[in-house]
C-alpha cells in the first residue's frame, strides 16, 4: 500500500511544476482557444430590423401572433471534463514516464487553466468499464483530487472501451462541455459513440503512446506480457515481418483515431512520453485560438 505521505508530495510535485505553466504560460492561450465557443440561451423578444431570421422562434411566434426570435448569449462560465482511458496500458513508458504520468501533468495544466478561468472541472476515469465519475467543480481541492485519482486509482478493468466512455458522458453531462479524452487509442468500435457525443460536446482528442508502441525495436527474442489482456508471448523482434505486422497494428488504430475525429472536425493532439507536452499543448492552443 502506498504511504499517504508519498501520495501528498507526488501531487504536491505536479502542483508546483504545473500550476506555474498554467498561470504564466497557457492562460491566455486557453482563453483564447475556448473562451466564446458556446452560446446559450437567454431570452424571446420581438423581431427587429438586422435580426437572423434562423433564430425565429416560430412557436412563440404562432402563439402570440408576434414574429419572435431566441436571443443567445456567450458563455462565460464553461464546463471541462476529462475522459481518461486508465486501462492497464496507461501504465506503459519506456523512456521518462509513463502515458498516466503524461496524462496527470497535462491533465494538471489544463485544470489549473480552466481555474484561472473560473470554470468547472470534472472527469471520467475508466478502462473497459467506468471506474470513477468525478461530478464538475470549482476550485484548487478538487482539481487536486482529481491529479490524485488519476495517479492512484485501482481499477478494475485492464481493456479499453471508449464507447463506453463516451456514452456514459453523454448521460451523466446534459451541459455542453469542453471534453479532453485522453487514450492511447489502441482500440476501435467507437465511431458512433463518437458521432452522437460530438453533436453535444466540444471533444479534443488527445492521443498519447510510448516509442516502442510505434516501433518495435530489433532486441532478439523477447517475453512479454499484455498488459491489457495478462497473456504472456514471446516474439521475436528480429524478425522483419513481426515488426512490419507490430507497426501496421500501431497504423490501423491511429489512422481509425485520426480519421474520426478529422470527418467530425475536432481537434487533435498526439505526442509521446519522451515529447515536451509544453511546446505542443501552446501550438495546439495557438492554432485553435485563430
Known amino acids: ?51 437572423d431570421v434562423r433564430n425565429i422562434d416560430w412557436n412563440v411566434t404562432a402563439r402570440t401572433g408576434n414574429t419572435s426570435v431566441k436571443v443567445f448569449e456567450e458563455e462565460r462560465e464553461l464546463t471541462v ?6 486501462s492497464k496500458s496507461a501504465f506503459f513508458g519506456t523512456s521518462k ?24 472541472v470534472g472527469a471520467v476515469f475508466f478502462s473497459d468499464r467506468i471506474e ?16 490524485r485519482e488519476l495517479l492512484y486509482l485501482e481499477t478494475e478493468g485492464t481493456g479499453t472501451n471508449i ?29 458512433n459513440a463518437l458521432n452522437i457525443a460530438s453533436r453535444k460536446h466540444d471533444i479534443v482528442g488527445m492521443h498519447l503512446y510510448d516509442k516502442t508502441e510505434q516501433s518495435l525495436p530489433s532486441v532478439g527474442i523477447v517475453r512479454v506480457r499484455d498488459a491489457e489482456t495478462g497473456n504472456f508471448l514471446e516474439i521475436d ?5 513481426v515488426r512490419k505486422k507490430y507497426e501496421a497494428w500501431y497504423e490501423e488504430n491511429y489512422n481509425y483515431f485520426m480519421t474520426n475525429f ?18 505542443t499543448m501552446l501550438k495546439f492552443f495557438k492554432k485553435r485560438g485563430k
Open 163 to 191: 464507447a463506453l466512455a463516451l456514452e456514459y458522458l453523454n448521460n451523466v453531462q446534459k451541459k455542453r462541455s469542453i471534453v479532453f479524452l485522453m487514450s492511447d487509442f489502441m482500440t476501435k468500435g467507437y465511431e
Open 237 to 241: 523482434t528480429s524478425s522483419k515481418t
Open 1 to 51: 500500500m502506498i504511504d499517504a505521505s508519498e501520495i501528498l508530495k507526488r501531487v504536491r510535485k505536479i502542483e508546483i511544476k504545473t500550476k506555474g505553466l498554467s498561470k504564466h504560460i497557457f492562460s491566455g492561450e486557453y482563453n483564447s482557444a475556448f473562451k466564446g465557443k458556446g452560446m446559450s440561451f437567454s431570452e424571446v423578444r420581438d423581431y427587429q430590423y438586422g435580426d
Open 262 to 279: 478529422s470527418k467530425r472536425g475536432l481537434d487533435v493532439m498526439s505526442l509521446s512520453t519522451e515529447d515536451d507536452y509544453v511546446k
Open 81 to 86: 471534463i476529462f475522459l481518461i482511458d486508465l
Open 132 to 147: 470513477k465519475y468525478v461530478p464538475p467543480k470549482k476550485g484548487k481541492k478538487h482539481i487536486l483530487r482529481i491529479i
Open 97 to 120: 514516464q509513463f502515458k498516466s504520468e503524461l496524462m496527470a501533468e497535462m491533465s494538471a495544466v489544463l485544470a489549473f487553466s480552466a481555474m484561472n478561468n473560473n470554470d468547472k
